[in-house]
């Protein structure tokens, strides 16, 4: 499999398989009616190492006109271990929107518990606009670069109306670069392509694992399709409504999650200073200090870059999603970064293949959501953001389009089509039990969002993992063990369960990262391509 990225334009959708004939012009508003169901694709498996299997699958570029164009959709799985226990296939989704399900089944198919791997073919896809299935491009890399390196992590008073119209440069450079695909990208659109290859693969109905944003596309299936699900684990849920139809009031959380989560590492720097070994009793201070310090003056990197204190923040927001088994290693790469020592973690600069992922991040979520479009109401809700978060907050509310917590500027000005955005009802009424799982202390996707979801659904059980960090497969041996029960068993937990057991801080300073601890870009994302979800023995 290629890991190089396609990039859609006008004059190359031909050379993709995007095919020749021009869809009808609808309204965004007009709801999806298909007179003629959608072919199910044929699927011509070949061996791409490993004992994976690849193939590729055409499916509609727009569901409104299902025998039209098509788009070509990157599918790769691993037969069950033991044919003899084989129920069917288990669907991974990583997270994003803009991560590669291709590489995240083969990254983490190793570290699966022995009874998914026996029980299922496990199965994975790039979902259209990312990865290998027709990735959307915006800003090229060297663009992405000038603007971060731009950025700042004690943005000024001033920063509000560059942010603003950088946002609408990133708008425009969408349209241009890529406005062929743009209306197609939605979630509405991911979930019929997963029930297409479901059919492909001969399921009845779906299995599925979802984290983070894959949690919000398994919600959207069970809404269209809550007769065809089997069992869906949804980890690191969403709140759908608000995501969808109350952006602000979904934003707002993910701001106050984050600097909470880091302001209980900070605490917890102070507390245990001879581990953290950060801040000489004021990490606080020494923190905001550190930020100026590195705008001021910024660190050269080894490959000719600079870091300074976006690039800061950049590596936090992402990191503290490992909880606290990073925070020693948040301690140690902090005071490096006090002594200008480039080999910190935390001073690495967004990379390409930060790019690979922060251009459809940005590009779904402005089709998905609905923002309104008033100016004045923007300015007070950016601005208020950022106050409400000073810790993190102000660099991402003022900084490029990123990742989630930034895309109002963007999304507001959004000029594509909404064609394939979901909008509602969540409640997928009559369909199997749907586990939702929700961390107390994720700096990402809020708690209070799985709570939400869970009391949506029709047939919601929530599970409660009481830690600090995204998600909770692969982080909690009691809830690993919860969530393969049902998805192999149909085993739903218990109401009101909850686990415990996130591993703490080592008790002493270490000299190296904790076993386990990726010191990745994304947990639930890049790690120049790479997404684990962790060790789950």
């Not at 084989?86 to 009874?115: I, M």
Request: glycine residues 8%; contains cysteine.
């Amino acid at each position: 499999m290629t890991s190089g990225r396609l990039r859609l334009t006008a004059a190359a959708v031909t050379a993709l398989t995007v095919a020749l004939t021009a869809p009808q012009v609808w309204a965004a508003q007009q709801p999806v009616s298909a007179p003629k169901s959608p072919p199910v694709p044929t699927l011509s498996w070949s061996d791409c190492q490993d004992g994976f299997e690849c193939a590729n699958a055409q499916v509609p570029l727009d569901y409104r006109e299902p025998q039209g164009r098509t788009i070509t959709l990157a599918v790769i799985r691993k037969h069950a271990a033991d044919p003899s226990k084989r129920k069917g296939t288990l669907f991974l989704q990583p997270g994003g929107p803009g991560n590669s399900g291709v590489d995240f089944v083969r990254n983490n198919y190793a570290d699966l518990p022995t009874a998914l791997r026996d029980d299922f073919d496990v199965f994975g896809y790039d979902v259209r606009g990312v990865g290998r299935s027709s990735q959307v491009v915006c800003w090229d890399d060297p663009t992405y670069t000038k603007a971060v390196t731009a950025a700042k992590g004690v943005p000024g008073p001033d920063a509000y109306e560059p942010a603003v119209k950088q946002a609408a440069d990133f708008d425009q450079a969408c349209q241009t670069n890529a406005g062929d695909l743009l209306p197609y990208v939605g979630t509405q659109y991911v979930a019929r392509d997963i029930d297409l290859l479901r059919q492909a693969l001969g399921e009845q109905q779906l299995t599925y694992y979802g984290r983070s944003f894959g949690s919000y596309i398994g919600t959207v299936y069970a809404a269209m399709f809550p007769k065809r699900v089997r069992a869906l684990a949804l980890d690191g849920a969403y709140d759908p409504e608000h995501y969808t139809s109350r952006p602000y009031a979904y934003d707002r959380p993910q701001y106050l999650a984050l600097d909470g989560a880091m302001g209980r590492f900070l605490d917890w720097c102070k507390a245990d200073q001879a581990t953290c070994g950060f801040g000489d009793g004021d990490p606080r201070g020494a923190f905001e200090k550190l930020k100026a310090d590195l705008d001021a003056n910024p660190v050269p990197t080894a490959n000719g870059g600079q870091a300074n204190g976006y690039t800061l923040v950049y590596r936090l927001m992402f990191n503290i999603n490992e909880g606290k088994v990073i925070w020693p290693s948040f301690g140690e790469a902090l005071r490096k970064a006090q002594l200008r020592d480039n080999t910190s973690f935390l001073l690495r600069p967004p990379s390409p293949a930060s790019f690979d992922f922060l251009n459809p991040n940005v590009v779904v979520e402005c089709v998905d959501k609905k923002y309104p479009t008033d100016p004045a109401l923007l300015k007070r809700q950016v601005t208020t953001n950022a106050k409400l978060a000073p810790l993190l907050g102000p660099a991402m509310a003022y900084g490029p389009p990123t990742y989630d917590h930034q895309h109002a500027t963007a999304c507001v000005q959004w000029k594509g089509e909404h064609t394939s955005r979901y909008s509602g009802s969540f409640r997928a009424k009559g369909s199997a039990p749907i586990l939702v799982i929700g961390n107390t202390g994720d700096p990402d996707t809020p708690y209070q969002d799985a709570v939400a979801l869970s009391r949506e659904l029709d047939n919601g059980r929530l599970l409660t993992f009481k830690a600090e960090g995204h998600t909770a497969f692969g982080r909690s041996a009691c809830a690993s063990v919860a969530i393969t029960d049902y998805l192999v068993d149909l085993k739903v937990p218990a109401r009101g369960a909850s686990c415990a057991d996130e591993t703490q801080p080592p008790s002493s300073e270490p000299t190296v990262a904790p076993p386990g601890t990726t010191l990745s870009e994304l947990r639930n994302g890049v790690n120049e391509r790479v997404d684990r979800i962790g060790s789950l023995h």
